[in-house]
């Protein structure tokens, strides 16, 4: 069993940053791919960024520039930093870990981008 905590959302003005974190169980964190996924609302949920257990990186188009992934093995951390931040990138965030087999979902942490 792991668990996530995302921590960090909130209201932001267009063309703002937020850094949403993940907090993560078990002593296997480092081997995990870890994974944000977002959802607005009436909309099916979407995903936003991966990062390997080797740290390699992928993005969602519309994130790429925008958008980083990293994590930090020794504190069970991955982080999303979030830059330039427009209107429609408000959604619930969730944190996502592939562990082996099983997927993980965290409660999500909400983003608001507005004026």
């Known amino acids: 069993q792991v668990q996530l905590a995302e921590s960090g959302g909130g209201l932001v003005q267009p063309g703002g940053s937020l850094r949403l974190s993940c907090a993560a169980s078990?002593?296997?964190?480092?081997?995990?791919?870890m994974n944000w996924y977002r959802q607005a609302p009436g909309k099916q949920r979407e995903f936003t960024a991966r990062?390997?257990?080797?740290?390699?990186?992928y993005y969602a188009g519309s994130m790429k520039g925008r958008f980083t992934i990293s994590r930090d093995n020794a504190k069970n951390m991955v982080y999303l930093q979030m830059n330039s931040l427009k209107p429609e990138d408000t959604a619930v965030y969730y944190c996502?870990?592939?562990?082996?087999?099983?997927?993980?979902w965290g409660q999500g942490t909400q983003v608001t981008v507005s004026s």
């Open positions: 990062i390997t257990s080797s740290g390699g990186t």
């Open positions: 078990g002593s296997g964190f480092s081997f995990y791919v």
């Open positions: 996502n870990a592939e562990a082996m087999s099983q997927t993980y």
